[in-house]
């Protein structure tokens, strides 16, 4: 098993009180898995993956654990973390774009990272002109400075650079989010090629776009105000949902060939919960169309068949 | 690149023929017959007012055309002719000047260069540690808000008056005159130090407060963030900050030149220090109208050239200059 | 950065840094204004016996010739306020002019008006001073705040300039656009009052600034040629050998002062940047 999480909770200082982004999380990711995660802004999955690679101020680790590949990965440990980082656990951040420091040059930069690592630049040169070609890049851009390159070849150059030491763990969060569709496609591609090649062991693909996921994600998680809300395989996901959100939320996809006059596109009314002081029970009680008293109560995370899981009182009560 | 130091040399050029202009403009078209003005204020002696007078009639006269007058006061800069203090009757006041700039350049060119690099490592240090910033840092504050000129009297009184370590006037003491001796060399520093100190400490609060922010900035950042997130050593993380805060403090000194030479003005006076600020003061008390300009002109010079000078270094410093990237930054 | 008044207040309340200027610039501006009516004599009267040092009859002491150091002091006071605050806003005014339209319009006017403050920019300050100062015969504390307010504004334009580009590129800015708003309307509702924290800050800094440019020019000799100011103060000390005559009450106080005012305003500067930018807050 890859990637083991055990009620993992993380929460945000601020003036006016903790603000609960991750609230009790368990999940596990398998071995060359890519899941994707998936759910609303603010609902907690960038800090979620941001958090299993640099957990610093405001955030505020609460409790839970994590193992990676069987060893606990000390997350709420800063100079622990650091053996892990880049080698164990690696990440494409949101900011990929402006992640390289302009003023140096590209090799220069990887150059001194690899060092830091106890790599040879040199000796991985050969290795890295792969890389770059996977992901459709010049090997001259390693003698260019970043504010030379374009947004997305920053951001693929950051691709390379995150994954050159073959990371157990990748983190990609919000990469396709600033990007044009044909682009999208591109690189989510790509990271399904990284996890083919071996460059990387398993992926946590982070989104709100599920019609991305459904292209590459093996499984999907989806987060709600902190929570996780349902579990399955991508198919399953999309094909079955059984959690009343998650309905909603593929329901309000638009589907090819269909115009807005013939099936018009439903939203979900309302607006999530804040996360300062989240209401007891189940968190989307609210917008529901079929809660009900039960769900003052928190409803636990019930896995209804293998690899599927959902928290809800009322898992088979919606006919679609 | 190109562009960017062509478009800074026709900026220098205007500045100086601006400053030119404003120094005739000024006196001439002052309330009143310039050139009666101008001779009165004269110290009195004859030899010296013709020769202002001719110089006045070409330059200022009242009967001449305007143009004519502007045309003649640019024909005798390029002379070099900067005409006879009265003052100091009977020098050229370019051998005035002469004789007064290398005083200056040995005084600001340490006080500068050394403030600014202290002030920059003492800034990047104190970024690291929280402790050490809050404590230091009122600190910088209140030296940067220090007149030059009043620390110049502190240090003076100090270290002149009361615990009679140091000489407070002139560069080098009475009995000796200018040489290569170590008597003299040693008499000069002892002479040196404290207008030295006076303009290295003020500044140094200013770099200081200036690198920290600046590292501050840049350890924010998101390449900042990243290379932590790649499990980066702490040290290499502020080595990338050093270098990216530098640019804006170079800049910065380029912006500061004006304020320093005020500041080396005031210190000078203080002290006596015959620079090129102490002849400025002596020849506004004695209406030498030729020494005051032919300072006045030193200086812009002086500053133009310094100002292009840095301008080079940022060239070869900074990348996105150099591949015609950045927008003005200096 | 819209903020809700109360919470502005909340946090300038409790900036330590803003408390102590605050507290430091109020204390000098209240000797300033009521301390001549403490003092017993004019500036240039006549006193009493010279060279005399601090004591209950001459509080600062007097100077060479007699006259008293606390009076020459609180009226100095004054003219350095006035000063500070002339020069200070007419410094602030020209760069929030020329700095606004510069980024507002840009194009060819954009390029002209900072090709002018470029030119103004490098010209040290206090060699023009100096020239313009050393023809007028008669200088008053007024003029010699225009002055200052005239050279000091282009760094002030910059600053102006790079807020105003960012702030158009935003997107509530283009949304007022689109929606047919009209410029000075935009300019008016949407751009300013995101600016106003920062033109206070601009604003403090002027104000410093100004008051260590006049204490230079009166020290050098270029102040006014009437009354009195904390830089003629040091001039005179100084022309009199205060320092070797161990006279210290004549020369370093009025320092002190000039030191404490414009020191508490850079603090008061780095608190209120504190205060506008949630992010520099500490939790």
Redesign the interface.
């Known amino acids: 098993m890859a990637l083991k999480i055990k009620d993992l909770r993380i929460y945000y ?1 601020t ?1 006016r009180g903790d603000v609960k982004a991750v609230d009790g999380i368990s999940f596990q990711v398998k071995d060359g898995e890519i899941m994707g995660l998936a759910g609303e802004s603010g609902c907690g999955k960038s800090t979620l993956s941001n958090a299993l690679i640099l957990l610093k ?2 955030m505020k680790y609460i409790s839970g654990e994590v193992f990676l590949n069987d060893k606990k990965l000390p997350i709420d440990n800063y100079e622990a973390m650091r053996a892990n980082r880049f080698r164990g656990v690696s990440i494409i951040p949101q900011y990929a774009m402006n992640a390289l420091n302009p003023i140096r040059k590209l090799k220069q930069i990887i150059s001194d990272l690899l060092e830091h690592h106890g790599e040879s630049f040199v000796k991985m040169r050969d290795m890295i002109e792969e890389r770059l070609k996977l992901v459709e890049l010049d090997e001259k851009v390693l003698d260019l400075y970043p504010i030379e390159l374009s947004g997305g070849m920053n951001q693929r150059m950051v691709m390379v650079i995150s994954t050159l030491l073959n990371p157990s763990l990748l983190l990609a969060d919000e990469i396709t989010s600033a990007l044009d569709v044909s682009s999208q496609k591109a690189v989510s591609k790509m990271i399904v090629e990284f996890r083919d090649r071996k460059i990387v062991r398993s992926v946590i693909f982070v989104t709100h776009d599920i019609s991305i996921l459904y292209q590459v994600a093996d499984s999907i998680m989806i987060m709600y105000t902190g929570k996780q809300v349902e579990r399955a395989p991508t198919e399953t996901i999309v094909k079955n949902p059984l959690h009343p959100y998650t309905k909603l939320l593929i329901s309000s996809l638009p589907e090819v060939g269909i115009k807005y006059s013939q099936a018009p596109l439903k939203g979900i009314p309302g607006r999530p919960p804040e996360l300062l002081n989240p209401p007891e029970g189940c968190r989307f009680k609210d917008r529901c169309p079929v809660a009900s008293e039960k769900c003052d109560e928190e409803p636990p995370l019930v896995e209804i068949e293998p690899g599927h899981q959902v928290a809800c009182w009322k898992v088979g009560a919606i006919d679609d | 690149m190109g562009k960017y130091l062509r478009r800074k040399i026709i ?2 050029l ?2 100086f023929f ?2 030119v202009t ?2 005739w403009v ?2 001439r078209f ?1 309330p009143g017959d310039p050139i009666r ?1 101008l001779l009165s204020r004269a110290a009195m002696r004859t030899e010296a007012m013709d020769l202002l007078y001719n110089y006045y009639n070409k330059v200022f006269s009242l009967d001449l055309p305007l143009w004519k007058q502007y045309v003649n006061f640019w024909f005798s800069l390029f002379k070099g002719d900067l005409g006879t203090s009265v003052y100091l009757f009977p020098s050229p006041v370019f051998e005035v000047i002469k004789r007064a700039v290398p005083y200056d350049i040995l005084l600001l060119v340490p006080a500068i260069l050394l403030s600014w690099i202290a002030g920059n490592k003492f800034g990047a240090f104190a970024a690291r540690k929280k402790r050490l910033d809050n404590t230091i840092l ?1 600190i910088w ?2 030296i ?8 110049g ?2 240090l ?2 100090v270290f ?2 009361v615990l009679g370590i140091f000489p ?1 006037s002139g560069a080098y003491s009475f009995s000796m005159s200018p040489s290569l001796s170590w008597e003299f060399i040693w008499d000069y520093l002892k002479h040196w130090i404290l207008p030295f100190g006076s303009l290295f400490i003020v500044q140094l609060g200013g770099w200081a407060i200036g690198m920290r922010n600046m590292i501050i900035y840049e350890l924010e950042s998101e390449y900042s963030r990243y290379m932590e997130a790649m499990g980066a050593p702490a040290k290499l993380i502020r080595k990338y900050a050093f270098r990216n805060a530098v640019l804006p403090q170079i800049t910065g000194l380029a ?1 500061q ?3 320093i ?3 080396a ?2 210190t000078e ?2 002290f006596s220090y015959p620079g090129i ?1 102490y002849l ?2 002596q020849g ?2 004695n209406g030498d109208y030729f020494l ?1 300009q032919g300072c ?1 002109l030193f ?2 010079l002086g ?2 050239i310094a ?1 292009f000078f840095i301008d080079i270094i940022y060239v070869i410093v900074d990348p996105r200059v150099r591949r015609g990237m950045s927008g ?1 930054t200096a | 950065m819209k903020f809700r008044k109360s919470e502005i207040l909340f946090f300038a309340l409790r900036n330590t840094k803003l408390r102590i200027g605050v507290f430091i610039v109020a204390l000098f501006a209240f000797l300033a204004i009521f301390g001549p009516y403490f003092a017993k004599y004019e500036p240039q009267d006549f006193a009493g016996p010279g060279y005399n040092p601090p004591s209950g009859e001459y509080w600062l002491g007097t100077t060479t010739f007699g006259r008293d150091v606390f009076s020459q002091f609180v009226y100095g006071l004054r003219s350095t306020f006035l000063v500070g605050f002339v020069g200070g806003s007419i410094a602030t005014f020209i760069g929030l002019f020329v700095g606004f339209l510069s980024g507002y319009k840009g194009g060819l006017a954009d390029e002209l008006l ?2 002018f403050t ?2 103004v ?8 001073l ?3 100062a ?4 008669y200088r008053g504390v007024f003029l010699e705040s225009v002055f200052i307010g005239f050279t000091a504004w282009p ?1 002030t334009a910059r600053a102006v300039r790079s807020q105003t580009l960012s702030l158009k590129t935003r997107e509530f800015v283009n949304l007022a656009r689109i929606t047919g708003m009209k410029p000075l309307k935009i300019i008016v509702v949407e751009i300013l009052p995101n600016m106003l924290s920062y033109v206070f800050m601009v604003f403090i800094l002027q104000f ?1 600034g100004a008051i ?2 006049a ?2 020019l009166d ?4 102040g006014p040629t009437q009354g009195i100011s904390l ?1 003629l103060m ?1 001039q005179q ?2 022309l009199w050998n205060a ?2 005559l ?1 006279m ?1 009450w004549w ?2 106080p ?2 002190i002062a ?2 404490a005012i ?2 508490a ?3 008061m500067n ?1 608190g209120l940047d504190e205060v506008f930018n949630p992010k520099l807050r500490e ?1």
């Open positions: 200082q003036l101020p405001p | 900026i220098y205007l500045t601006f400053a404003i120094d000024i006196p002052m003005t009122p504050y209140v940067t808000a220090t007149p030059y000129m009043w620390l009297i502190l003076a009184w002149g008056v407070i912006l030149l004006g304020v030479v005020a500041g003005l005031a006076v203080v600020g400025l003061l506004i008390l005051i006045f200086i812009i500053v133009l100002n003005e | 900072m090709m470029n030119i920019l490098v010209i040290p300050t206090m060699a023009l100096i020239i313009l050393a023809y007028l015969k760094w410093g260590l440019t204490a230079t020290f050098i000799g270029l830089g040091m000390a100084v320092i070797q161990g210290w020369a370093v009025p320092g000039i030191t414009v020191g305003m850079y603090f780095t939790m």
